[in-house]
């Protein structure tokens, strides 16, 4: 049974993406929000030893991050997000960031 989230919120930083994705993007995007409502983990698990300190730092949390999860967009871009408890019975999904094919790349140390 899908674990479903009290929220899905987006950080400064997807915001700010968010205004230079093309409209494919974006409708893809709003998918996801929507998907992750209903189910927090539909996205791609990332191994707790990959996720970069950097993400946790650019967001204002606190490292280790417990959780991140990848979801692709059209174009070769990703969005990452995690899944964070709340007061309530129901999780809170969070989005990072949302990158190109090459910034996350970079990001991850792939290349």
Known sequence: ???????????ARVEDAEQSL???????LQRW???????VFAGDQIPKDRIPAAIAARSGLP???TNAWRVELP????????VQPSAA???IV???????HKEYERLFGYR
Do not use: N, W
Request: aromatic fraction near 10%; hydrophobic fraction near 45%; glycine fraction near 2%.
């Open 1 to 11: 049974m899908p674990l479903s989230a009290l929220e899905v919120r987006v950080s």
């Open 22 to 28: 093309d409209a494919s993007q974006r409708r893809k």
């Open 33 to 39: 929000f929507a998907r992750l409502k209903d189910d």
């Open 63 to 65: 490292f280790p991050l």
């Open 75 to 82: 174009g070769a871009f990703r969005a990452i997000y995690t």
């Open 89 to 91: 019975r129901h999780p």
């Open 94 to 100: 969070l989005f990072l960031e949302v990158l190109s």
